[in-house]
T-cell receptor, first 114, second 117 residues
């Protein structure tokens, strides 16, 4: 089984709808991240969490919220989806301070907002 | 602020030819450096990483990268490209411990590699 899983893998929704993307990991890592990928822009950090009680905004958090339900689960929500949130979303994990920043990525969720 | 630049958006090489993908970073000290590859429809996979020591780093799939402090560069190379190397490649930097290390990575814009038969 994959170490980092994301559901759904693909989602088409309409403007104004609430959407939740889910991420689960079996690596036992404390740190989890949500990125979005847009052509020509690379990956940009939306939110990150260093443990269940620690949530931090990334560089592009507006319009998004997250929930760290457990060490292994980190969900990303779009409260009211808009077309410019159409993107490929990745979840990633890393070990704690000794982990030297290496991150392990899920397969991605392709979200289309019409 | 730290930043990463990959000057080449697209590169096309013939199968069997050598490859070099460029990466430049902006940071006041030596960061942790990474190259990731994203195959079509897949997540990102780590190719190699540099933390300290030998400036020539070997990775998976026959890739290597060389850290050049004087040029703030970490270019990725492969002596002979295979058709299966067609993918998008990302360079990333992270901060070493003791320098505000938050575990975050800063990614470059990515370079798409096309391989001609």
């Amino acid at each position: 089984d994959a170490d980092v899983t994301q559901t759904p893998r693909n989602r088409i929704t309409k403007t104004g709808k609430r959407i939740m993307l889910e991420c689960s990991q079996t690596k036992g890592h404390d740190r989890m991240y949500w990125y979005r990928q847009d052509p020509g822009l690379g990956l940009r950090l939306i939110y990150y969490s260093f443990d269940v009680k620690d949530i931090n905004k990334g560089e592009i958090s507006d319009g998004y919220s997250v929930s760290r339900q457990a060490q292994a689960k980190f969900s990303l929500s779009l409260e009211s989806a808009i077309p410019n949130q159409t993107a490929l979303y990745f979840c990633a994990t890393s070990a704690g301070a000794g982990g030297l920043n290496e991150q392990f990525f899920g397969p991605g969720t392709r979200l289309t907002v019409l | 602020a730290q930043s990463v630049t990959q000057p080449d958006i697209h590169i096309t090489v013939s199968e069997g030819a050598s490859l070099e993908l460029r990466c430049n970073y902006s940071y006041g000290a030596t960061p942790y450096l990474f190259w990731y590859v994203q195959s079509p429809g897949q997540g990102l996979q780590l190719l190699l990483k540099y933390f300290s020591g030998d400036t020539l780093v070997q990775g998976i799939k026959g890739f290597e990268a060389e850290f050049k402090r004087s040029q703030s560069s970490f270019n990725l190379r492969k002596p002979s490209v295979h058709w299966s190397d067609a993918a998008e490649y990302f360079c990333a930097v992270g901060l070493p411990p003791g320098s505000g290390n938050t575990g975050k990575l800063i990614f470059g814009q990515g370079t798409t590699l096309q391989v001609k038969p």
